[in-house]
């Protein structure tokens, strides 16, 4: 799987002047101490959660040119050494530090400013403590600072969030229409997160569909909030299915059980061809449906109570 966590970054500049910071601030041929720095999607796969003592030199981030209805967009990895607690127990306090390090990685891309305010950019890590500290560092030595406190980024209320009534809303078009945008089907509802009341958490895996008495009882009881969803989608432009979590921060995981017909992506650009999408072309179709459906506000969320108070009666042979 391919985990998405997006940043929006108060940078309207261009790509090009990205990469002086970026090789300001590579990851060092032979680090004497635990390192962090930038390198390159090329680079040879083996350094990646392997010990710090494999020696390699990082390559050079890329741009790559505007095509299919991405605009230019900096590639760029990030690696990062993380002390194995596990090793350094087996091996000593008074052992080499690179003996008890593994050197981590990510991947990032960075899409370049079209007009809207600020600049986009995907991290291929959602975990808290790898956002926290690792992938805060790279956007700070990636993007240039003009003021003590560094650069502004925000993480969790991007445009592109979503709230919870947004995965109410992918139930009742799972329920009604198998439609999430006019080239955009839904197949499966695979799993759905919830929060009930008194903040007690529920996933429902397996089968989320509308037709569940246990999810039907949180929506018909209207107190409980629903996020994030895995789902299968299609998408009729780019005749691909999707295989996906949503998230809350306008985020995504995408399995690579993802694929696109008649078109075989390599290991390696298959997760870059999916992120790719996913954000420029099939989740703002998504979110767009979503923000202009006045069937929804007007009586489509009532349809949904309703629907899951049959449900419940049924079940009870009320």
Known sequence: MISVKPIRVAYNGKLDDLLIEIEDNKYPTNPTAPS????????????VNSSTEMVFRPGTARIEDPGNGAPRR???????????????????????????????????????????????????ARDAPTVKNPVTNAVKAMFPSFGPGGVSMEMDTIPESVISDFFLWILYRFQMTQQ??????????????????????????????????????????????????????????????????????????????????????????????????????????????????????????????ELARETIRASLNF
């Not at 390198?39 to 083996?46: H, K, P, T």
């Open 74 to 124: 900096l590639r760029v990895r990030y690696y990062y050494d993380v002390l194995n607690k596990t090793l350094l127990r087996l091996l000593g306090q008074h052992s080499d530090w690179k003996a008890t390090y593994v050197r981590k990685a990510f991947d990032i891309t960075v899409y370049e400013n079209t007009g809207e305010d600020g600049t986009s950019v995907l991290v291929s």
């Open 180 to 305: 999430l945008a006019p080239d955009v089907s839904i197949s499966w509802v695979e799993e759905m997160a919830s929060k009930d009341g008194m903040r007690r958490g529920a996933r429902f895996t397996d089968d989320a569909a509308f037709g569940r008495v246990d999810l039907s009882s949180l929506i018909a009881g209207g107190n409980a909030h629903f996020g994030p969803a895995k789902i299968e989608i299609r998408d009729a432009s780019l005749d691909a299915n999707f295989s996906l979590e949503i998230h809350f921060d306008g985020g995504f995981v995408v399995y690579r059980s993802s694929h696109y017909a008649g078109i075989h992506h390599s290991s390696e650009y298959l997760g870059l061809a999916l992120s790719d999408d996913l954000w420029i072309t099939v989740l703002p179709k998504i979110r767009d449906e979503y923000n202009k459906d006045t069937e929804w506000t007007s009586v489509g969320r009532d349809k949904l109570t």
């Open 36 to 47: 962090e720095g930038f390198g390159s999607l090329q680079d040879e796969m083996a350094v």
